[in-house]
């Protein structure tokens, strides 16, 4: 079958695009911001893209249009394919279909972590022969793609709130219909498309209605917002996991649950850790205990770890072996992915695009950088670039979330609700606002300094500021 794909380099619909490929579907597909990763990653799998939304990149007709979620009414591919009558369908609707029938699904929701999550469990699964499918929001360093077919019965896939497409309103992951599902956190997130949290809570509860009681639910300690989707009915085991927890609450929630995971740091950089599996036989309880010492920091990873785990657990894997799988876990591409160093100083890529993962990416840097014992700066170069950071509703978050930088530097965006010099003002460190990538560039290579950690976040290209920054460096130590 021929498909064109709308919204193709999306790190979702590129994905989906390497399973249609996987299946022997003869692939295309067109987007307007086309960059690497995504881009290299379809260019290598032989999949011709096709730059903007010409009615003639639908030429001659497709099979079969999957419509990405970013596309609207007015979209000049949009409108062909509507006024020619051509078939269409979403990205969650093909996966579903031709993808996911009489699979395990393993689904990993939440606002934060779900692509290194999913990475991490799909690794597990693979280091352990079962040869899972997965489609994942990024490119795991673990795997030579975002996305495979596998083998059956398993299939990971990274769980998105976000809606489906301009003619399905509904949460991507209701689509998915998992048997293993991690509910990693929930705040307030895609101001564009939810009124307020309850409104993300209603579209987790249809996720949590469609779960079988054969199978798992798995939560962080502490989440409240997800104890109350939860609370609103549950049909189906729920399993929780926690870090540096006295064994007064450890005991409480393996005799409420069952079954406990819990991870005891040995530094506070969370790079060594002890996993711990309590669990209840009869009136016995009792704990087992591994390793995991990893190339990852902070303790959002940690946490991610477990969730990963206590997944991978569930679909067959022995415990100390998914601990052991993880010791070999290299990270993905754009979290905290190092790019390059330059006479000392390195630059890093990092996805973070909502205060809680900015702080959770600085934090745990910050901590590296203290062990290491180095003199250099921690230094936060933040494009506010989604719809949710631009409209300013994370304003009052954002001055807290950059307090383990040593110097923050903002990108001005363009026709935004957000007050950026507020923020700088109301910070603790050290800020600037710029109006452009290359004032960035001029400021960084004039005042850095070996030792310093810059630390690039933004879910877009950021105008390919990585490359450019280091090619500045290098020029400007020569």
């Not at 419509?67 to 609207?72: C, K, P, Q």
């Not at 499918?133 to 360093?141: D, E, F, K």
């Not at 905290?336 to 630059?347: D, N, P, T």
């Not at 230094?379 to 989604?386: K, L, N, T």
């Amino acid at each position: 079958m021929r498909i064109h794909i709308l919204g193709i380099c999306g790190t979702f619909m590129g994905s989906l695009a390497v399973l249609a490929r996987e299946l022997g579907h003869d692939v295309s597909g067109s987007d307007a911001n086309v960059y690497p990763p995504m881009s290299t990653q379809l260019q290598t799998q032989g999949i011709e893209l096709k730059q903007g939304f010409s009615a003639a990149n639908l030429q001659p007709h497709p099979e079969l249009v999957v419509i990405g979620n970013a596309m609207s009414r007015g979209n000049p591919a949009v409108e062909y394919v509507l006024d020619n009558n051509l078939p269409y369908c979403s990205g969650p609707e093909f996966l579903s279909r031709w993808v996911l029938q009489d699979r395990w699904v393993l689904g990993v929701a939440g606002t934060h972590g779900k692509t290194t999550t999913s990475s991490m469990l799909a690794w597990i699964l693979q280091d352990n022969g079962l040869n899972p499918g997965y489609l994942i929001g990024g490119v795991a360093t673990n795997f030579p793609a975002s996305a495979a077919l596998g083998q059956p019965p398993f299939f990971v896939v990274e769980a998105d709130e976000y809606d489906t497409a301009f003619f399905d309103k509904r949460s991507k992951f209701v689509h998915y219909r998992p048997r293993t599902t991690i509910l990693n956190n929930l705040e307030f997130d895609h101001g564009d498309i939810f009124a307020d949290l309850s409104a993300i809570q209603t579209q987790f509860h249809h996720l949590v209605r469609i779960i079988p009681a054969n199978g798992l639910v798995l939560h962080a300690t502490g989440e409240t917002h997800v104890e109350e989707v939860l609370e609103q009915g549950c049909w189906t085991p729920v399993q929780q996991y926690g870090i540096d927890l006295d064994e007064t609450t450890c005991a409480h929630l393996v005799q409420k649950q069952g079954v406990f995971w819990h991870a005891r740091l040995a530094d506070s950089q969370g790079s060594s850790f002890t996993v711990e599996k309590h669990s209840v036989d009869g009136d016995t309880v009792n704990q087992a205990t591994a390793q995991v010492s990893w190339e990852m920091t902070g303790l959002h990873n940690v946490k991610n770890a477990l969730a990963a785990i206590a997944a991978a657990h569930h679909a067959g894997v022995s415990f100390a072996a998914a601990c052991q799988s993880l010791c070999q876990f290299s990270g993905v591409k754009r979290r905290m992915e190092l790019r390059g160093e330059v006479a000392g100083i390195r630059v890093y890529d990092d996805f973070a695009h909502h205060p809680t993962a900015i702080a959770s990416t600085l934090e745990g840097i910050a901590a590296k950088v203290a062990k290491a014992t180095t003199e250099g700066r921690v230094i936060a170069v933040i494009e506010p670039r989604s719809n949710t950071m631009r409209m300013g509703i994370h304003q009052g978050q954002l001055a807290n979330s950059t307090a383990a930088a040593n110097l923050v530097i903002w990108k001005q965006p363009e026709e935004a609700g957000l007050d950026l010099d507020q923020v700088v003002k109301e910070s603790s460190s050290p800020g600037k606002v710029l109006p452009s990538v290359q004032a960035i560039i001029d400021l960084l290579a004039q005042s850095c300094a070996p030792g310093d950690h810059i630390v690039i976040m933004s879910n877009g290209g950021f105008e390919g500021i990585h490359e450019r920054l280091l090619g500045k460096l290098q020029e400007s130590r020569e």
